[in-house]
């Protein structure tokens, strides 16, 4: 499509390096201030490497590094410690192996003050087509100037399986992911397991970054009250305890009116799993539009402001090996739905069935968005039969309306 919506690209000043979270003062004789770190890069490449860092005090100082997610001890410091008057610092870093990108946090003290910076060292990513973060089937287009959001994946074990559980698009200045992208099948949603409620913060990026969903949103400032709603439900995965509470991190909540979430959305959720569980793979890419600005939100549970969507959408691409009712010449079939969150709060609107009616094409769902969904399904079929399937009317296929 090459085009994307404002809210893709307007500037927002949160990168990766975050300045000092923390300073306290610990008595009236303590002068020192602050300490501060400067990079010569940050991010850095997924290759091997160092880099001189400078650490400006006015007292003694000490470093220390803590790490986020799976992967550990890959930094080092030359030293540990130094006084005002010497402030040159080596940083050591490791090959990364993996695909995904991995985080440290870097915490300097200087007498009752200190300060965290977040460093991250990219990952070997998989090849794929311009504009796209991999080559999973479920992903949209991603803008690779935008640096006020950013791609990242949740993996889970399914038996004795490593697999992807979800990926999001984070709004830093919002607080909300734009989108959760996933595979779905009766093997990656599992047997019953019901829901863990493990409301938390992702350990993918820091938490002053996120939305703190430990206790429900305050009122919005359009004086309703809103759920914590899921982009990826709770009842997709339900294979074991940790595989479901991923689904209760801040990064997949939306503010989301209560009677809209309980009713047509949750109606809309439950045919997504029946239509997964008659498939080989649902892909399935669940989004959110915001307006600039913040213009309607909500306040978490730390006081943060948080984004009211003011529409939300669901897109699926379902694969059917040897399927009889998919796109000649594929076994791929597409269906989307896109609702004005107000319209369809309201009552009459907010416990509609799922019908054929509410159904628009995925190339339909694509002109509301602005940018490319299915990112990779060019590649997998070629871009004439992608086309075709993305400008099916799902309305007039009756599998969807026969498996709901």
């Not at 690209?9 to 003062?25: G, H, K, M, N």
């Not at 410091?77 to 870097?106: P, Q």
């Not at 694969?319 to 998919?326: I, K, L």
């Not at 416990?351 to 628009?360: R, T």
Request: net charge neutral.
């Amino acid at each position: 499509m090459g085009r994307f919506r404002n809210i893709l690209t307007r500037p927002v000043t949160v990168l990766f390096v975050a300045l000092s979270l923390l300073c306290v003062s610990c008595g009236k004789d303590d002068t020192s201030t602050i300490p501060i770190l400067s990079f010569k890069t940050n991010p850095v490449p997924k290759e091997a490497g160092s880099q001189h860092l400078s650490v400006t005090a006015t007292a003694d100082w000490s470093v220390s590094v803590s790490y986020t997610g799976s992967q550990s001890d890959w930094l080092s410091t030359n030293r540990t410690s130094g006084d005002k008057d010497n402030g040159d610092l080596v940083l050591r870093y490791t090959e990364n192996l993996e695909e995904e990108d991995r985080l440290a946090t870097i915490r300097v003290q200087s007498g009752s003050k200190s300060s965290e910076y977040t460093f991250t060292q990219k990952g070997h990513k998989v090849e794929a087509p311009a504009g796209t973060a991999r080559v999973w089937m479920e992903l949209p287009e991603i803008d690779p100037h935008n640096s006020g959001c950013a791609f990242f994946t949740h993996t889970m074990t399914v038996g004795s399986v490593s697999t992807r559980n979800y990926s999001y698009y984070w709004d830093y200045a919002d607080r909300v992911s734009l989108w959760v992208a996933y595979p779905l099948n009766s093997w990656n949603i599992g047997s019953y397991y019901g829901r863990s409620d493990a409301w938390a913060f992702d350990p993918l990026l820091p938490a002053s970054l996120q939305s703190d969903v430990s206790s429900g949103y305050g009122r919005g400032n359009d004086g309703d009250r809103y759920d914590r709603g899921h982009q990826i439900p709770s009842a997709d995965r339900q294979g074991s305890y940790a595989n479901n509470a991923q689904t209760f991190y801040g990064t997949n909540m939306t503010p989301q009116n209560n009677g809209f979430n309980s009713g047509l959305w949750a109606h809309l959720e439950g045919s997504v799993r029946k239509w997964a569980d008659k498939s080989d793979t649902l892909y399935v890419l669940t989004g959110c539009v915001v307006e600039p600005g913040l213009r309607k939100y909500v306040t978490d549970a730390s006081s943060n402001k948080v984004a009211i969507p003011v529409a939300y959408y669901k897109a699926l691409l379902r694969y059917q090996r040897s399927s009889t009712v998919g796109v000649s010449g594929s076994d791929f079939m597409g269906c989307a739905f896109y609702f004005d969150h107000v319209e369809y709060s309201a009552a009459g609107k907010n416990d509609l069935p799922v019908s054929s009616g509410l159904s628009i094409s995925i190339a339909e769902l694509e002109k509301k968005l602005g940018y490319r969904l299915f990112a990779n399904l060019d590649a997998k079929v070629g871009e004439e039969t992608a086309a075709k399937i993305k400008n099916q009317n799902p309305s007039q296929v009756s599998w969807w309306w026969n498996n709901k």
